[in-house]
């Protein structure tokens, strides 16, 4: 991947612009076709037939159906990192343009879930991106808490009620997706951020002695 | 096949105990596969082998894959049922017990939430079967919550608050599950027991004029 001279070598898959712009459909059209039918049904014909390529075109850019998951993953990662973040509340209150931001794209949502589940098989090629995923998630959603506290925007709390209120979160977020993508009338930006602020006034009002 | 009697009439399956042997064996296979791949990547010689029999010998007893997810998920939906539920706060409580039956069951629970995140895809043929049942989920949760207040156990509380409570109740038992099968060290029945026990304080201390 990069910068090759005037004069490409057979093999060369240099980022020049058609091939960039191929990658990138190719992607596009894995998005769809994982989550639609999921990873394990999902087939390079099928990619290739909506690119208009062949699979052995498809498997030159990416080698294989699982360097083309992985490589979908990533970039769906990387575009979740690019919103800005902060620290402590406005790094909590930031999840509400996540959701903002999976109700535009609602294929990638149902990609990422679709995987998340398929990928609990310890055999899937997604597991240990999914695996290391969440901890991760947690990890993040445990230091904004915990920023929150140390910069006395919330009341103390403990290690146990920290992993509890992150976990909590992250299931909410999930299951507030889930149930966006599978039932009409939910107002999934609206339900989270409700629970956010719902949260935030509840780790402000209680005092130490009082459980959450 | 099934265990037929002496002078068997062409087509006859009927409830004999060989055969209702047989389709449990058929179901316990299915369940192990969908829930390993999911619907559309399993094949029914896939459900054929583990059991020791032929796809047509699967297709003899269920008709097809499609049938015989249909019949995993009717089974599956009776085995939740079974557990009594009682009314109010009685019945929110005895959520704890679904939980541990999922932790003895997680075969089934993968496949509930392959199932649940594959079907949000309209062309699924578990889609009715998922957005009916969550529904029907939602439904029980406000009515939980509904005669709870009715009974004076919590304090009122106005329908969009019940319909929040009841959704986010569902987002925190599906993510909470999820993240109990990904990743190790989530205490599935203690963490919804405490978000259970949270909620109903919350809801018993609120006064009507305080947001939840």
Same mark, same amino acid.
């Given at each position: 991947?990069?910068?090759?001279?005037?004069?490409?070598?057979? @093999?060369? &898959?240099?980022?020049?612009?058609?091939? /960039?712009?191929? %990658?990138?459909? $190719?992607?596009?059209? =894995? +998005?769809?076709?994982?989550?639609?039918? @999921?990873? &394990?049904?999902?087939?390079?014909?099928? /990619?290739?037939? %909506?690119?208009? $390529?062949?699979?052995? =075109? +498809?498997?030159?850019?990416?080698?294989?159906?699982?360097?083309?998951?992985?490589?979908?993953?990533?970039?769906?990662?990387?575009?979740?990192?690019?919103?800005?973040?902060?620290t402590g509340l406005?790094?909590?209150?930031?999840?509400?343009?996540?959701?903002?931001?999976?109700?535009?794209?609602?294929?990638?949502?149902?990609?990422?879930?679709?995987?998340?589940?398929?990928?609990?098989?310890?055999?899937?090629?997604?597991?240990?991106?999914?695996?290391?995923?969440?901890?991760?998630?947690?990890?993040?959603?445990?230091?904004?808490?915990?920023e929150a506290?140390?910069a006395?925007e919330?009341?103390?709390?403990?290690?146990?009620?920290?992993?509890?209120?992150?976990?909590?979160?992250?299931?909410?977020?999930?299951?507030?997706?889930?149930?966006?993508?599978?039932?009409?009338?939910?107002?999934?930006?609206?339900?989270?951020?409700?629970?956010?602020?719902?949260?935030?006034?509840?780790?402000?009002?209680?005092?130490?002695?009082?459980?959450?």
């Amino acid at each position: 991947m990069t910068d090759r001279p005037s004069t490409p070598a057979r @093999g060369v &898959r240099g980022p020049y612009r058609s091939g /960039i712009r191929r %990658r990138a459909q $190719i992607i596009d059209k =894995a +998005v769809e076709v994982f989550s639609s039918y @999921g990873y &394990r049904a999902s087939t390079v014909r099928e /990619i290739a037939d %909506r690119v208009g $390529i062949t699979p052995a =075109a +498809v498997m030159k850019h990416f080698g294989g159906k699982e360097q083309l998951l992985l490589e979908v993953l990533r970039v769906w990662d990387e575009a979740q990192l690019t919103s800005p973040r902060g620290t402590g509340l406005a790094a909590l209150r930031g999840l509400r343009d996540r959701m903002v931001w999976h109700t535009e794209h609602r294929g990638l949502l149902e990609l990422y879930l679709t995987l998340a589940t398929e990928a609990t098989d310890p055999s899937h090629p997604a597991h240990q991106f999914m695996t290391k995923r969440y901890a991760r998630t947690l990890r993040d959603f445990e230091q904004w808490i915990r920023e929150a506290v140390e910069a006395g925007e919330v009341r103390p709390m403990d290690q146990e009620t920290l992993r509890y209120e992150a976990s909590t979160l992250l299931a909410v977020l999930d299951g507030v997706e889930l149930q966006w993508l599978l039932t009409p009338g939910i107002d999934l930006v609206g339900q989270v951020t409700r629970y956010l602020e719902s949260s935030i006034a509840r780790w402000q009002a209680t005092r130490p002695e009082q459980p959450l």
